[in-house]
Nanobody
Framework: VQLVESGGGLVQAGGSLRLSCAAS????????MGWFRQAPGKEREFVAA????????YYADSVKGRFTISRDNGKNTVYLQMNNLKPEDTAVYYC?????????????????WGQGTQVTVSS
């Protein structure tokens, strides 16, 4: 599986961005999909994940109520809608695919990763 993120950029605090992650291959619906982020000097952290059918999602407390993860299995794409962005959301955002059935939040458990897209929120 190859993953390609897009949609990052520079936005003012309070603004919105929508990230997309396009996957290659015919088995996209077999994966739990997650979004992670990594700020300079910090470890990669979990942001959100969605189960294979899209019926269940899970969010980090820091983004709950502001971010929404969704997927379109017909388009092999997962999205992250980010609203009310804050300067502390500034990071490189990565999408990842996990063959497991349940949602997991540890980066090492994910099987495939995209190259990342930069999100910068100015105050």
């Amino acid at each position: 599986v190859q993953l390609v993120e897009s949609g990052g950029g520079l936005v003012q605090a309070g603004g919105s961005l929508r990230l997309s992650c396009a996957a290659s291959g015919r088995t996209f619906s077999s994966y739990v999909m997650g979004w992670f982020r990594q700020a300079p000097g910090k470890e990669r952290e979990f942001v959100a994940a969605i189960r294979r059918s899209g019926g269940s999602t899970y969010y980090a407390d820091s983004v709950k109520g502001r971010f929404t993860i969704s997927r379109d299995n017909g388009k092999n794409t997962v999205y992250l809608q980010m609203n009310n962005l804050k300067p502390e959301d500034t990071a490189v955002y990565y999408c990842a695919a996990d063959l497991n059935v349940i949602i997991r939040t540890t980066p090492s458990t994910y099987d495939y990763w995209g190259q990342g897209t930069q999100v910068t929120v100015s105050s």
